[in-house]
C-alpha cells in the first residue's frame, strides 16, 4: 500500500487542524493504521494507531484528549484530528500502515510509510 499524508500547516497554540492519509490500493481495509512523528533532532515517535475496523484505538499519553484517529475504509483514508495544540506538537507528522493488523508503537512494526506533512504550533 502507497501512502500519501496532507493537511499539514502552521495553527497557533490552543488551535485544532486534521491531518489525513490517502492509501493507495484494494486491501487498505485490512491495514492498521498508525500515525508517528518526528520533531526537529528528536526520534520518531508513536501518536495513536487504529485497528483495521476501525474499533479499535490507541493513542500516546501525550495525546490521549486531545487527538483522535479515525479511518474511513471506502475513501482509503486515515485522519487524525488534533485539539488543543501545543506547541511541544511541533513535528513532521507520518502515516504508516501495518499488515499484522497489530496496534504497534513501534516504527518497526509498519510496513509502508507515508512522506510527512509539517504541522507547526506557534506559542
Known amino acids: 500500500v502507497q501512502l500519501q499524508a496532507s493537511g499539514g500547516g502552521l495553527v497557533r497554540a490552543g488551535g485544532s487542524l486534521r491531518v489525513s492519509c490517502a492509501a493507495s490500493?484494494?486491501?487498505?481495509?485490512?491495514?492498521?493504521m498508525g500515525w508517528f512523528r518526528q520533531a526537529p533532532g528528536k526520534e520518531r515517535e508513536f501518536v495513536a494507531a487504529?485497528?483495521?475496523?476501525?474499533?479499535?484505538?490507541y493513542y500516546a499519553d501525550s495525546v490521549k484528549g486531545r487527538f483522535t484517529i479515525s479511518r474511513g475504509n471506502a475513501r482509503n483514508t486515515v485522519y487524525l484530528q488534533m485539539n488543543s495544540l501545543k506547541p511541544e506538537d511541533t513535528a513532521v507528522y507520518y502515516c504508516?500502515?501495518?499488515?499484522?493488523?497489530?496496534?504497534?508503537?513501534?516504527?518497526?512494526?509498519?510496513?509502508?510509510w507515508g512522506q510527512g506533512t509539517l504541522v507547526t504550533v506557534s506559542s
Open positions: 490500493g484494494r486491501t487498505f481495509s485490512s491495514y492498521s
Open positions: 487504529i485497528s483495521s475496523s476501525g474499533y479499535n484505538t
Open positions: 504508516a500502515a501495518a499488515r499484522s493488523g497489530r496496534l504497534g508503537a513501534r516504527p518497526y512494526e509498519y510496513d509502508s
